[in-house]
């Protein structure tokens, strides 16, 4: 299983950020390109070096729609990634402050993440997105919607890290290995950094892979609802949106193909989920 | 004392609807800006006391993009959102509930590891690009719509006639749903029959009815403790199928909302949103501290903190 999720996603992230993805990023002029294809190439489309133009054909807006659904790939990867970066970075340090005290501080987190917990993340992210623009008045450039939603996708899921964190410490804590390290004398910063994190690295493990999944499923259902990624830099999201716009019986693969991404990255991500919270 | 926690419980959730209320006051555009919004004059206070007033009374504006009432609006999109939850929720516990207790029955042989293949399967789908899939499929291949640019209004273009029926949205939400019941169920069930007090209940030669019963009491315990965010699950999934097989909902307004900058539509939408998961929450609470003693005296979710 383990190695199945690994050996797809390998696959995946070779597809969108090895040599053929990351070519896409600069724009590749006309005359730099070989005229194998009898197709002449819209002004602008990008193309990789190492395959022929229009592999797959064209895309809904006229460029490779190869180049388009890997650079959809890549997007959706990168901005899942930063979301649940962000995501983490604020539930480990308020779930491990939670846990490890019992203070004002730590209660506070506690009422805050339960107050956001009943609310589906994917609503909160999107009732965000949509206040974010609404009270802040400059006019937003093209990036700051992505950067938008992925701090939101992020600002969403961290009450549920933080308070997983927070039950594995302090179930931890009362264990009795943890006690004897105590009568020991070992002094608490030591047994949570000695004792209970090496215990809590599958778990954790498993939170991170789960959570990853999570955020490229929300990335793709905003950016698909046109609050995140553009048509002009889209994410599989987006072109998923794309490709239901058009007639799919004369052209299936510009919705086959970002559905079929996406299923397949969440499918991978999903395997190492599964196989980590799995005792080894 | 059940009195006294269903008391606390809503006390505690009140902050919520305040912040709430006061995001959703903040959304809607300056009366100078606007022209039209409403209390147009007098101090912040005032208006805000007029904004709930008339949110109370079901009146939330008017609609930028649909030049209509936001209340005649989730008038009409309320009920189809609601026939499609409930459809869903029977659904993922019609196939989740005898699938998780059959797959615990059968854990050695091969049905059950079909039923929790048929799990993983599931909810490993996710419900944009299946829905998104099955949709033209349907449809038969009918283009439906052209390009939009992001920005515009109605971002999501609602067909008059190729309107899905409810039970293919309902269908996609419920058995993705019904996989996480599966596994709940199955695990809850298998750790059941091995503990000590089943063994016991056999030793004793207790009929298999009784025995079973047992174990099904203690499997439903982590089951209710998930409602709450199974609840909300299944609301947002029922959001993204209103919007990916282009149903009119209250899903697909907070998503056209946001795409077209309906502020009126947006903070009703949140409104209405807390007011939805205010409720389900304390009410899973209330379920939980009816059901299970030992959520009772300090272990509540409110009390987390030792």
């Known amino acids: 299983m383990r190695l199945l999720g690994a050996l797809l996603l390998g696959v995946l992230a070779l597809l969108a950020f090895g040599p053929a993805g990351l070519a896409l990023t600069g724009q590749v002029t006309l005359d730099a390109f070989p005229k194998d294809s009898s197709v002449p190439l819209a002004p602008g489309t990008f193309v990789p070096p190492l395959l022929p133009a229009y592999l797959l054909g064209k895309d809904p807006l006229g460029g490779d729609l190869l180049v388009q659904v890997l650079g959809g790939l890549r997007r959706s990867i990168t901005a899942g990634a930063a979301a649940l970066a962000l995501a983490m970075l604020i539930g480990i340090p308020l779930g491990l402050l939670a846990g490890q005290t019992s203070g004002a501080a730590s209660r506070l987190v506690l009422r805050l993440a339960a107050w956001q917990t009943p609310f589906p993340p994917l609503v909160l992210a999107l009732l965000g997105i949509g206040v974010s623009v609404a009270i802040i008045p400059t006019a937003r450039p093209a990036s700051a919607g992505t950067v938008l939603m992925v701090i939101m996708i992020g600002l969403s899921r961290w009450p549920g890290d933080a308070t997983l964190i927070c039950r594995a410490i302090r179930h931890e804590t009362r264990q009795p290995y943890a006690d004897a390290a105590r009568l020991l004398g070992v002094p608490e910063a030591g047994i949570l950094v000695r004792h209970i994190l090496p215990n809590a690295i599958a778990p954790a493990l498993a939170l991170v892979w789960t959570n990853a999944g999570l955020c490229i499923a929300d990335e793709a259902i905003l950016s698909y609802a046109g609050a995140g990624f553009s048509p002009a830099r889209p994410s599989l999201g987006t072109l998923i949106r794309l490709g239901q716009s058009q007639d799919f019986a004369a052209q299936p693969l510009w919705l086959l193909l970002p559905c079929l991404l996406l299923t397949l990255v969440l499918a991978g991500v999903w395997l190492m989920a599964n196989a980590a919270g799995r005792p080894r | ?306």
Request: aromatic share 8%; charged share 10%.
């Open chain 2, 1 to 306: 004392m059940f009195i006294r926690f269903a008391a606390t419980r809503f006390l505690q959730a009140l902050p919520v609807l305040l912040i709430a209320s006061l995001v959703a006051f903040a959304v809607l555009p300056a009366p100078d800006t606007a022209g039209q919004g409403r209390g147009a004059s007098g101090l912040l206070p005032e208006r805000y006391a007029q904004f709930v007033i008339g949110a109370v009374q079901g009146d939330f504006g008017l609609s930028v993009a649909a030049g209509k009432p936001v209340g005649v609006l989730l008038g009409a999109s309320l009920p189809a959102t609601v026939t499609l939850i409930t459809l869903a929720l029977v659904i993922s516990l019609a196939v989740g509930v005898p699938a998780g207790l059959a797959a615990a029955a059968a854990r050695r042989h091969r049905a059950g590891s079909v039923i929790a293949a048929f799990a993983n399967l599931a909810g490993l789908l996710p419900p944009l690009a299946t829905g998104a899939l099955v949709w033209p499929a349907l449809a038969g291949g009918v283009a439906t719509g052209k390009i939009t640019t992001a920005d515009n209004a109605g971002f999501l273009p609602i067909p008059a006639d190729g309107t899905v029926p409810v039970i293919v949205p309902a269908l996609l939400v419920g058995l993705f749903l019904s996989a996480p019941l599966i596994r709940l169920l199955r695990d809850g069930m298998g750790r059941a029959m091995e503990s000590g007090f089943i063994r016991f209940a056999w030793a004793r030669g207790l009929p298999r009815y009784f025995v079973f019963r047992h174990a099904i009491a203690n499997a439903l315990v982590p089951v209710a403790t998930s409602a709450t965010a199974q609840l909300a699950a299944l609301i947002a999934i029922s959001a993204v199928a209103e919007a990916v097989f282009h149903r009119p909902g209250a899903g697909l307004m907070l998503f056209n909302a946001v795409a077209a900058r309906d502020w009126a539509v947006l903070s009703a939408m949140l409104l209405l949103a807390s007011l939805t998961f205010t409720c389900t929450s304390v009410a899973s609470d209330l379920v939980s501290y009816a059901l299970d003693p030992r959520t009772r005296p300090a272990r509540t979710v409110l009390r987390t903190a030792r």
